[in-house]
């Protein structure tokens, strides 16, 4: 489930300030870039910087006169306090499972005074993982996330959210490891992401594992398990790290891609 902080101001914002990728991804999938007239340097829109996304630069950000700011994240809960104190109106999200992102769609569009387009991007994404769910469905399936059994088919999958010390993907990873016919038995849907001992990860003997550090885009290293001495009988997977590690619209290009992955193995 998502959390939104509601807002004071009346209408529709025309002055957005975005201190957070995933919520400038958002509103720039459902047309909302115009209104954006800020963001971190993190974020993917040719917008003024106002420095990252847990460091804003209030000045910058006063300079730029918004109506509204959007942050996301437990990890953003004290900028989101800030920029209340001093008497900007905020849209805060913290989804930590998949439904809880595709809902923050919703959320981000009300604040924005566009609450038909959120509805129609989050109902996108509802048929988009329809899509990907009915084409892995094998009657053995579960879309829960959890941990599978020995007679489950499924393709296990480690997914690696950060490499030093590495970090199995938490919050909505396992949901979206298990839309896309593969399970991820290291976390449970929702919870953070954790670190993780080699011998906890070849006990699993996953099938596949999934390098998607912070930061890193698509440039993270595909030798990082052998480097570090892991010895794994899987295939290792780069993928940009906005795919996995985004609860935006980008989250549901991830699932897709992963399907692709997994297909090998149906």
Request: aromatic share 4%; charged share 25%; hydrophobic share 35%.
């Amino acid at each position: 489930m998502t959390t939104g902080t509601p807002v004071s101001g009346a209408g529709t914002p025309t002055r957005i300030v975005s201190l957070a990728p995933s919520a400038t991804a958002t509103l720039s999938a459902m047309g909302a870039g115009d209104a954006v007239v800020g963001v971190t340097v993190h974020c993917g829109l040719d917008r003024p910087p106002v420095g990252g996304w847990l460091n804003p630069d209030y000045d910058r950000l006063a300079d730029l006169d918004p109506d509204l700011v959007y942050t996301a994240d437990p990890l953003q809960a004290d900028v989101r306090d800030d920029l209340r104190d001093r008497g900007y109106d905020v849209c805060h999200v913290e989804p930590a499972t998949l439904d809880g992102v595709v809902d923050s769609f919703e959320t981000v569009g009300r604040a924005a005074g566009r609450p038909d387009a959120g509805t129609r991007l989050a109902a996108d994404a509802r048929d988009r993982l329809a899509a990907v769910r009915e084409r892995v469905a094998d009657g053995s399936e579960r879309t829960d996330g959890t941990s599978g059994t020995d007679a489950d088919p499924r393709p296990v999958v480690y997914c690696e959210e950060w490499g030093d010390p590495p970090m199995a993907a938490g919050n909505w990873v396992p949901d979206a490891v298990a839309a896309a016919g593969g399970r991820h038995p290291f976390c449970d849907p929702g919870d953070r992401s954790r670190e993780v001992t080699e011998a906890r990860v070849a006990a699993a003997d996953p099938d596949h594992v999934v390098v998607h550090h912070c930061g890193h885009g698509d440039r993270a290293d595909p030798d990082i398990l052998a480097e570090r001495g892991w010895d794994l009988d899987a295939s290792v997977h780069v993928l940009d790290d906005d795919l996995l590690n985004q609860p935006s619209p980008a989250l549901l290009d991830g699932i897709e891609t992963l399907a692709e992955l997994f297909d090998g193995d149906e």
